[in-house]
Every structure is written in C-alpha cells, then in structure tokens.
C-alpha cells in the first residue's frame, strides 16, 4: 500500500477517489481534500455490507460554521468494463465530523473502482437562523478599502451623474464617464486620446452583449458590482475584459468559473478558456473531461464538440485523452 491508496484527486466540485486494491482490508480512510471552505475525509468499510462514508473536518473554534451540502456521489467499476452505481441525489444535508453521510451498498465492489463525488452546493449554516449562504457567496468582492470613495463612484454610474459618454448594448444604453474607463483600461483610454469616432460622437457601441451584461461590466470598472450580477455574467464579463484589457476583471472571471465547472457547461467554457486564453480554466476543463473521466457522461455533446469544434483546442483535448489512457 502506498500514499496513492489514500489520495483524493479533486477539480472544480469534483473528487474522485481511485481504489487500485483493497485486498484484505476492511477499512480505510482517505487524505484529507479541501473543497469549499473544508477539508474532507472518505472512509470505505468492508464488513457484511461495503460501505462510504462521506464527512468535514469541522475545527473546535467552528462548531457553527457547518456545511450543508448537495451531491451526486458514485461508484464506479473499472474491472470488467466501466459500471456505474448511482446513489440518489442528497439535497442540503447538514454534516458533522461525527455525523456524515452514510451509503451502504448492496452489492460487493471487486477489482478496481471509483469513488466519485460531486457537489452540487454547499452552504454555511447560519448559527443566527438566518439564511445559509451558498459556496462562494462571498467569493467576489471588490477591493473596499475606502468604502465609502466606491460608494460615490459607483452613484456617478447608477444616478447618472454627469456622465459625458453613452455606451450602446445590444437592447439598450447607459449613460458613463470617459475619465472613470480611461483610468480603468487602455483600450478606452486611447479611444478618448485619439480623434476616433468615439470620441467625436460621445458614444461607444458594445453590441455583442447585452444591456444587463453592460451595466455588470460597468458596476465592476465603477467598484459596484453585485455578487449575482458577476456570477450571472461571466462569460460576458470575460468578453468585455478581454476586449478593453482589463486584467484583474479577466483574472477574477477565470477563478470563479474554475470554482462550478460541471457537466452542462464544461464544453462550453473549454472554448471560452481556449478563445480568451485563459490558461487556468482551460487545463481544470480537460482535466474535468479526460482525467477524471467525465467524457463517459457527456458523449453525445463532447461528440458534437468534436465535430464543429476548434481544431486545434480539439487536438490538445485528444492528446491529453492519448496520454492519460494510456497507462490504463
């Protein structure tokens, strides 16, 4: 037995845990892996009966900070042909350390498998009764240092205060400040230093997105986003950071997709990783697919990626199936 026998490998809201051999044993507990605010443990036991078990390590100091977790958990067989036993999806269950997630299973597991397991959400219970607040509910926030400067700034956008430039979206316009977006990106900056029709005019058209995507653009570069607007709007919020070079909002789009990658949107933002060269996102995204397997549950849709898909984005995602199956 070796460390890998207790290695969780995790992604996104993905862990997996790879059983190469059991053998004799009748117990054992993985390492512990970290997703959302704690680490976690998986334990298997083999008596009558095999059996997961599923639970946080809840520090003394955080007795209250319990989470309420939704997930798919799954078994899945490698021996003899890939089979998949699938426990009904748990919806917000409150665990302890001492009170986890418990499945017994009714057949026996043989050779190698997979313990697969995906969370859906995960919330802080609150220790007031008031509402629980979900993974990454606060996971974008905006430096506030001078809250009170922002406060202001992000009224000249909201009342219109003296705005001297008009952004045109899709379905409708809003009013901006040339000095507030020249500060904030250079792409705007040399708009408004050159004699461009956008100068001239007093109008900027951004018309590959939409009124609500614009003003969540704006929110950010005014330091007055909402956190549901950012989470509503990212791939749009890429396009426009991208777009007008603005760095940290393209930075902050890229970790807060990595954090809810899943199987309905992980083609998706492969090719929004792959077009806005977003390096990070886009390695969590094949690793999704390729090393932990999911390619399995989307065949269809990962068959029509390939397809109509970018060739060369098509390539690495081939390259890295060649690589990791071939030690299978």
Known sequence: MNDSDYRVDTVSRLAQWRVDNFGSASYRKSDPFRIGKWNWHLILEK???????????????????????????????LSGGRKTLVHPEIRDKQLRSGEGFVWVLDVKLTGRFIVDLEFLDLKTA???????????????????????????????????????????????????????????????HSMFSHNLKEKEMSVINITDISIEACEAFLS????????????????DLIRAADKYDISDLKDACEESLIEDIDTKNVLER?????????????????????????????SEEFNAFIQSGDRDLICEVVNEILSVWKGF
Request: with cysteine; glycine share 6%.
């Open 270 to 298: 492969l090719q929004s990783a792959s077009m806005y060269r977003l390096p990070k996102l886009k390695i969590c995204c094949i690793q999704y697919l390729v090393k932990f397997g999911k390619i399995f549950d989307i």
């Open 47 to 77: 008596n009558r009966n095999w059996i997961i078990k599923l639970f946080p390590e809840i520090p003394k100091l955080a007795r209250d900070n319990l989470p309420i977790a939704s997930f798919n958990i799954r078994v899945i067989s």
């Open 220 to 235: 950010y570069i005014y330091s007055n986003i909402k956190h549901q607007d950012f989470i509503n709007h990212r791939l």
């Open 126 to 188: 609150s220790p007031n009764g008031g509402e629980n607040q979900s993974l990454g509910s606060e996971g974008f926030t905006q430096n506030n240092t001078n809250s009170t400067t922002l406060s202001s700034v992000g009224r000249m956008l909201s009342e219109s205060i003296h705005t001297d430039i008009i952004i045109c979206a899709s379905n409708g316009t809003i009013g901006a400040h040339r000095a507030v977006l020249a500060a904030r990106s250079s792409v705007f």
